[in-house]
């Protein structure tokens, strides 16, 4: 059935299969450690553990400091979304969808945010806000994400846009459409996949950020920042339980949008 | 008056962005490099006495660059081999298992590096995950490799494994399956196949994955803190020093912006070379 040429290609293509599932187990191990220190009774983390119990997620679900954190990190992330789908489409538009003279250069300069250490820019931010006479608060840090969160969602439409066959717009055009018209009925519909994905990627990714959020939030604090505080100084196992309750939050907003997603794909083929 | 082209014009709202939050912000640093130490005199005084402080040959700062650029380039030689099997898989052998996999490796960008970097720090603690299994397996303690350069390494090879994957996925995705067919026909080699054909036509995507990690990996500092508990200082680490404890931005500021040359340098040589549209998929 396979000539001898395609069997070695076999064996590879198994030990591929082996060496990404180990990478994939790697990857999500220490998240699977994370939740069974959560689900620790007693105060320190010890392993076997002795007793198990949801006693620390019940305490932080009802923690107030820790409601504020969520209420913070979610507005934060909310916002972010809106506007760097926003600022993204439009992005996404010159860089895939135009020819224009300077669309090479703009395709560049668009990565460099992306291809720059967090930290650093964090820090830059801090001194630019700073110097214009700014408090720091949620709000900097909301523009501290999508300075480096618009990049990526241009990005992520940008490649779904590549897609896009122009001779649909330039028919609508014929039939006598106006630009708006054009826009509503025939370029957004078809876009709605890639629109839904880079809204999902700047919430999530915002909502993960802790390297920006660390020197732009000032007397604010988000979900990740709080998490490292404590681990820095004062582990309690609300810790873990906080850490693996955004983590699922974040893996079932990701497989909900991304069903969302494959949904209007499905829906643009019909 | 000549009009913006509607590319142009829609290009408008993150030009601005960048220029406001992006290349302001850097030249603010830069401005604040050549301050007054200790001061916050930005655009008010001119000196060169941060920089002269760092290039002091009493000044062990440099080790701390050097860590970093070590550490980076120990991160992208092992990324590359980690990540090269998974990205032919995901653009060649996986097939409909492709987007499915692929969700598992970006998943991970959603979850802040410190959660799980903490994670790995309840893994090899004395008394954690490993340590407790092997015990209560009569195999005696765990290793102590928490807090040591070998787990800073491990920790960023750890985060920074989908910023290599990916790119090499692009770039491999790019090669035509015909060219793979055609020299398979006329007799070359699997080696050969590889060295010649997919490797020169993958390069650009392999070339963004290695940037990108390498300038990441540079300016990186949980994993020194979270998993290697100090045991070395890198370069970012003595950054933020500067501007928390020691209260000295202009200092901090000068190490920012040699940091922002070896970044910057480097992203724009590689960056420059790129043709966007066919790694991205133009057709």
Known sequence: ?270 | MRTLSVGARCSLPVYALLVLGFIAPLLTVVAYSFATPRSFDAFRSFTFDNYRVIFDPANTVWMSFAWSLALAALVVAILTIVAYPIAYGLARTFGRWSSLISLFFVFPLFVSENIRLYGWVLFFIKGGVLDGSLKSLGLGGGPDVLFTFGATLFGMVYVYLPFMLFPITLGLSTVPRDLVEAGRDMGASRFQIWREIELPLAMPGILIGMLLTFVLAVGAVAEAKVLGGQSIIVITHDIEIAFTYAQNWPLGSALSVLLMIIVGALSMLGIGRLDLDRILGRR
């Open chain 1, 1 to 270: 059935m396979y000539s001898p040429a395609e069997r070695p290609e076999r064996r590879s293509g198994r030990l591929i299969w082996v060496w990404t599932v180990f990478v994939i187990v790697v990857i999500y191990l220490p998240v699977l450690c994370g939740f069974l220190a959560s689900l620790n009774k007693s105060r320190y983390f010890l392993f076997p553990i002795r007793t198990y119990s949801l006693d620390w997620w019940q305490r932080t679900v009802e923690s107030i400091e820790i409601a504020q954190l969520v209420k913070t990190s979610l507005l934060m992330a909310g916002i972010v979304t809106v506007v760097a789908v926003g600022i993204a489409f439009f992005g996404a538009l010159a860089y895939a969808r135009y020819d224009w003279r300077g669309r090479k250069t703009y395709q560049k300069i668009v990565l460099l945010p992306i291809f720059f250490p967090q930290p650093v820019l964090g820090l830059a931010l801090l001194l630019w806000f700073n110097a214009l006479g700014m408090q720091m608060s949620w709000k900097t840090a909301v523009f501290a994400h999508l300075v480096w969160i618009v990049p990526v969602v241009t990005l992520v439409m940008a490649i779904q846009m590549y897609s896009f066959d122009p001779a649909l717009e330039e028919a609508a055009y014929d039939l006598g459409a106006s630009r708006t018209q054009v826009l509503r009925e025939v370029t957004l519909p078809i876009l709605w996949p890639g629109i839904w994905s880079g809204g999902l990627f700047a919430f999530l990714l915002s909502w993960g950020n802790f390297p920006l959020s660390l020197y732009t939030t000032g007397a604010d604090t988000a979900v990740p920042e709080w998490l490292y505080s404590k681990m820095v100084a004062g582990y309690t196992p609300m810790v873990p339980a906080l850490g693996s309750m955004a983590t699922i939050a974040a893996a079932v907003l990701m497989v909900v949008g991304g069903s969302v997603a494959t949904v209007l794909r499905r829906r643009r083929a019909a």
